[in-house]
């Protein structure tokens, strides 16, 4: 089945800064890759979301950067606010198993 | 996006009693999942709710303990049984379609003492 690795597990940054999250995954079928933002006690939000037949998207401050070859993609967060402090997700779904895979989790300090 | 209403927020509960979780979603969805969260750490699947068959369970997890139900395309629900203190977790619905984004219940603090 998938497996999904995400680093690093804990990340910090001076606000204004720039923060990278990496994904690799192992199932050359996997098709879909979101992204979840989860504050403290909150359940999990998608915040990105890029398929297979994409390089490359971007929302505002977000954007996600996905190589099929290599199998990884990674969250790229721009000009970081407090606000954006919180755990991140990445995950791979494959088409087959019609079901998420997430990654252990990156979280992410922005300090002022 | 669709809305999930999770119920309950939280429980507490004696060792050796049983628990059912309710999600109600606002629209059909396709699929229908549940996790488990333990504090600081990722989500687990633990199975993937079928409307109207058996629910899949992943490696791990069984239905005597877990069984789930899921009568239509907006409701379902997961009973953890027989708990014991290992089942304090967190526990999470989630659904949506095949591929397309999956959205969260509220999750379910349950503590066992």
């Known amino acids: 089945g998938e497996n999904v690795e995400q680093h690093p597990s804990t990340l910090s940054v001076q606000e204004g800064d720039s923060a990278v999250i990496k994904c690799t995954y192992s199932d050359s079928a996997s098709n879909y890759f979101p992204w979840y933002k989860q504050e403290l006690g909150k359940r999990p939000q998608l915040i990105i979301d890029?398929?297979?037949?994409?390089g490359e998207k971007k929302d505002q401050r977000i954007a996600v950067t996905l190589n099929k070859t290599a199998k990884h993609f990674s969250l790229h967060i721009t000009e970081t606010q407090p606000e954006d402090s919180a755990v991140y997700f990445c995950a791979g779904h494959t088409g087959t198993a019609s079901k998420l895979t997430f990654g252990t989790g990156t979280r992410l300090q922005v300090t002022l | 996006s669709a809305v999930i209403s999770q119920k309950p927020s939280r429980d507490i509960c004696q060792r050796g009693t049983s628990l059912t979780i309710q999600c109600q979603v606002d629209?059909?969805?396709?699929?229908m999942f549940w996790y488990r969260q333990q504090p600081g750490q990722s989500l687990t699947l633990i199975a993937t709710?079928?409307?109207?068959?058996?629910?899949?369970?992943e490696s791990g997890f069984v239905i005597d303990k877990f069984p789930i139900s899921r009568p239509n395309l907006t409701f379902s629900t997961l009973t953890v049984s027989n708990m014991s203190p290992e089942d304090s977790s967190i526990y999470l619905c989630?659904?949506?379609?095949?591929?397309?984004?999956?959205?969260f219940g509220q999750g379910t603090r349950l503590t066992v003492v």
């Open positions: 989630s659904g949506g379609g095949v591929g397309t984004e999956a959205f």
């Open positions: 709710a079928n409307q109207g068959s058996e629910a899949t369970y």
């Open positions: 629209s059909q969805v396709t699929m």
């Open positions: 890029i398929r297979s037949n994409v």
